[in-house]
């Protein structure tokens, strides 16, 4: 329970307080703590303009089309590419970005965005409302293919879920461009960390040129952007090259002339190009750092080297529609019978944290963070004799003298290969059961994932905004990163109510009872633990840092004199 407390304690440090949540990222005052290289004014330290920086994408975003990317890959660049309405600082503030201002109604239905009139995209044309307003329904759009895996984040707006569902029209959606440079927001109910929302990538503005170019975002040439960056050369699988935008309108803030993200699928070669200087930063979430050298490199290298907590979790998601998984006692044995402790502690070697549930520490509840309000060991227990027991049953439930074949994918990694051995011999030993393990590329990985063509697959989970909300209603029926497939009505129900009211307390009391239905008799899904980001960063390289939700981010970083 050690690491359990001194996890929560530094998150109390860094998570946002307040009934307003915009997030639980790292702060600036607290560099001992978080490991971020924040140097507040930057007065003590001289800027140095110019210069390339580089790090490890670790492999090809599977897309950069803000409508369809859901991972921290796509998330870093679109980061660097794009502004939205809003931006988060390193403390998950929101701040003016591609608004210069908002005006909130009363009730909290209602709010004005006023959009920056030197906003301009990366070929120097207007940033206007409209592109905003196109984005938001093009996500909504029921006839769109493939479909926004993130479209029920726009279900705040009025009318946004019936039009997806194909029950209205575009028009009655709460989104409306009434002048080029005002837009207007409709939402079905309050939500007070909505403003934090329109920094994530699902609701950032698009050029007008993808209207009639579908494969615009899978070409440097045709990626229209409007952030501190814009790309210059994109190599498929190969690299990717920014460079700063002359039309970005906080130019004078991105102090990097270019950004270069190699895709190194091995975390020893990554360690190596970081350690011969081709490299400014390596590690998380993005890159990945060789488990079995960590404990060397945090005391050889302990200028570098830093360990951050945030609001993430690893786990593996059950196929609840395939077998043998359909069977919730199934799922419940494989999930009780695994040693999370000793996978923090024997394998990924990063100070994570065994989780039990499936919200993370550092997201707020009523009154405090909502995991020392529900603690997660309350949710499961690692119980082999109760496990076995299970297995028994739902096999005779199934009819089965004997599993079918059992397949474990995940996506290329050292670490996750390392993870899903020590947990595929934990079923052996412990249920007598092989298991079988498959690795795949990136996009063919999430893509076998999203249409159900697994059994068992590796996933991980960040926070959106500071909200159980945001860990809670991708388990939703037919949401559209519910890969696990599970469909609960009561579990529905809960999550519909907690979104139609401002009550913290009524909101707290459904997310505690939603995570009991998603972990408890039903375990659709495996927690493992919770995330820390383990990471080396050069001495030279200031004000990087890592997000609340895990990603990347460089736009305002420079390298010192």
């Not at 007065?43 to 369809?68: Q, S, W």
């Not at 759009?141 to 926004?148: E, F, I, L, R, V």
């Not at 935008?245 to 002339?257: C, G, T």
């Not at 998601?317 to 024997?346: C, G, L, T």
Request: aromatic share 10%; proline share 4%.
């Amino acid at each position: 329970m050690t690491k359990r407390k001194s996890l929560l304690l530094i998150l109390s440090l860094i998570v946002v307080l307040g009934t307003v949540l915009a997030g639980c990222g790292n702060s600036s005052k607290n560099e001992s703590s978080t490991g971020t290289e924040q140097t507040g004014s930057g007065a003590e330290t001289a800027v140095k303009k110019g210069g390339t920086f580089k790090m490890n994408l670790h492999a090809e975003p599977p897309t950069l089309d803000p409508a369809l990317a859901q991972d921290n890959i796509s998330g870093t660049v679109l980061n660097a590419l794009y502004a939205g309405l809003a931006d988060l600082d390193a403390d998950g503030k929101p701040q003016p970005a591609a608004a210069e201002s908002w005006d909130v109604s009363e009730d909290g239905k209602k709010i004005t965005f006023h959009l920056r009139k030197d906003g301009k995209w990366s070929n120097g044309d207007p940033v206007t409302a409209h592109d905003f307003e196109y984005a938001w329904k093009h996500v909504l759009d029921p006839k769109a293919q493939p479909a926004a895996p993130y479209a029920y984040q726009l279900f705040y707006l009025k009318n946004a879920e019936n039009y997806n569902a194909g029950k209205g029209d575009a028009a009655s959606v709460g989104v409306k461009a009434t002048d080029d440079y005002t837009l207007e927001v409709e939402l079905a109910n309050p939500t007070p960390y909505f403003i934090s929302l329109t920094s994530f990538y699902t609701f950032l503005p698009v050029h007008k040129s993808a209207q009639t170019n579908p494969k615009w975002a899978a070409d440097a040439n045709t990626i229209i952007s409007n952030g501190a960056f814009k790309m210059t050369a994109w190599q498929h699988n190969g690299s990717i090259e920014l460079a700063k935008n002359e039309n970005y309108f906080a130019q004078d803030k991105v102090n990097f002339d270019k950004v270069n993200l190699a895709m190194i699928d091995s975390s020893a070669t990554e360690l190596s190009m970081y350690q011969t200087n081709q490299l400014d930063y390596s590690g998380g979430p993005t890159g990945e750092i060789p488990s079995d050298q960590i404990p060397t490199l945090q005391k050889s290298m302990p200028d570098e080297f830093k360990i951050q907590p945030y609001a993430s979790i690893y786990y593996y998601v059950f196929n609840n529609k395939a077998e043998p998984f359909d069977n919730a006692k199934i799922r419940k044995a494989f999930a009780m019978s695994i040693d999370r402790k000793q996978i923090v502690e024997k394998v990924t070697l990063g100070g994570q944290v065994p989780a039990y549930g499936f919200v993370t520490p550092g997201v707020m509840g009523e009154n405090k963070q909502f995991r020392e309000e529900h603690s997660d060991t309350e949710l499961l227990s690692e119980n082999v004799d109760e496990a076995k027991k299970l297995l028994a049953e739902g096999m005779a439930e199934k009819g089965y003298t004997k599993l079918p074949t059992i397949t474990l994918i995940h996506n290329q990694g050292d670490g996750h290969k390392k993870v899903a051995q020590a947990i595929t011999d934990m079923w052996k030993q412990n249920l007598g059961v092989d298991v079988k393990i498959e690795s795949q590329e990136w996009g063919v990985f999430l893509k076998n994932r999203t249409n159900g063509n697994y059994q068992i697959a590796r996933s991980g989970w960040g926070a959106d905004y500071s909200d159980p909300m945001t860990f809670l209603d991708m388990w939703v029926t037919k949401a559209g990163n519910n890969d696990s497939f599970f469909s609960n009505a009561e579990y529905d129900k809960l999550i519909n109510e907690a979104k139609a009211t401002n009550d913290q307390k009524v909101r707290m009391d459904n997310f505690a009872k939603a995570e009991k239905i998603l972990m408890g008799d039903n375990q659709a899904v495996l927690p493992i633990y919770y995330y820390t980001n383990v990471r080396l960063v050069k001495q030279n390289v200031k004000d990087v840092y890592i997000d609340f939700s895990g990603n990347v981010h460089f736009n305002n970083a420079y390298f010192t004199k």
